[in-house]
């Protein structure tokens, strides 16, 4: 079959699911994968026969499009901040509003010899990309799973940078066995209310645990982690933070003895990071 037949299956297939510019763009995204042919290479060659393997290769990308799958878990890499990051279903896949943390730490950090602490570090997008960033810094590492700490090596194996990964649940932790100038988190803070409101891609695909805490404490683990900070030595914190949470944030951690609380917004013009002295 020629591409430009295909493509047309592809998006009748898909773009009731995800209306047509996401169709468009996860053909393309799909044909770059397995063709390694991209938009353009695509319009100038219409009449590319597919082989067999290739068909069903897309095939099957098509299907498991169908069922929601993020294309990122199908392809089993994304992109965070310039840097290649193998993904799978133990990891929450990095988002772009993420990005924007990353940016205002290595622009607040450049050049100093600092340590950074990362709490719940999934596949290792903050840390690895800090590392890769802020080469004078000393960059370390914690999660609870066992699975996202794998994945989390491999990628810090792959874009060259040492990491010291440390298995640990953050709410068991009672203090820090090592004083870190900086500690930076992007915690789970979706509320349960907040589901309905959310795809099938991230609700039957992405991990509860790295996503979700309870309507009745959603602040759970930004207590715990200022608590912490607030016990050793003076620092600063960075957290992404939930967008309708801001203000109750800021309470929270200047109840909690933080000073010099800085909000701010992403790309979208959402209030989702949040800057605090101990
Ligand atoms: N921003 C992510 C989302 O809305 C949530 C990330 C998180 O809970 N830390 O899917």
Same mark, same amino acid.
Request: no cysteine.
């Given at each position: 079959?020629?591409?430009i037949h295909y493509k047309n299956q592809f998006l009748t297939a898909l773009k009731p699911l995800y209306g047509v510019d996401e169709a468009l763009s996860l053909f393309y995204i799909s044909t770059e994968e397995v063709l390694g042919l991209g938009k353009i290479d695509i319009a100038m060659n219409p009449n590319f026969v597919l082989?067999?393997?290739?068909?069903?290769l897309l095939n099957s990308y098509k299907e498991r499009l169908e069922n929601w799958e993020p294309i990122q878990y199908i392809i089993g890499e994304t992109n965070f901040y310039g840097l290649d990051f193998?993904?799978?279903?133990?990891?929450?896949?990095p988002r772009?509003?993420?990005?924007?943390?990353?940016?205002?730490?290595?622009?607040?950090l450049e050049g100093k010899e600092v340590s950074i602490l990362d709490l719940g570090t999934g596949s290792g997008c903050i840390a690895i990309s800090l590392a890769k960033y802020l080469p004078n810094a000393k960059m370390c590492a914690m999660d609870f799973s066992e699975k996202a700490l794998a994945i989390a090596k491999q990628n810090a194996l792959k874009n060259g940078v040492k990491i010291e990964f440390i298995q640990q649940d953050i709410l068991k932790l009672s203090a820090f066995e090592t004083t870190f100038?900086?500690?930076?988190?992007?915690? $789970?803070? *979706?509320?349960?209310? /907040?589901?309905?409101?959310?795809? $099938?891609? *991230?609700?039957?695909? /992405?991990?509860?645990?790295?996503?979700?805490v309870s309507d009745k404490d959603p602040f759970i683990f930004y207590r715990k982690i200022a608590e912490l900070c607030s016990k050793s030595t003076p620092k600063q914190l960075y957290f992404e933070i939930n967008e309708y949470l801001g203000e109750e944030m800021k309470s929270l951690v200047e109840q909690l003895g933080g000073t010099e609380v800085e909000l701010k917004e992403d790309f979208r013009g959402?209030?989702?990071?949040?800057?605090?002295?101990?």
């Open positions: 079959m020629s591409i082989d067999s393997t290739q068909e069903t193998k993904v799978t279903r133990d990891t929450l896949i772009p509003e993420t990005e924007a943390l990353v940016d205002w730490l290595v622009h607040d100038d900086i500690v930076v988190s992007n915690p $789970p803070y *979706v509320r349960n209310l /907040e589901k309905e409101a959310m795809r $099938p891609n *991230v609700l039957d695909y /992405e991990p509860d645990s790295a996503l979700f959402k209030q989702r990071m949040l800057k605090v002295n101990f």
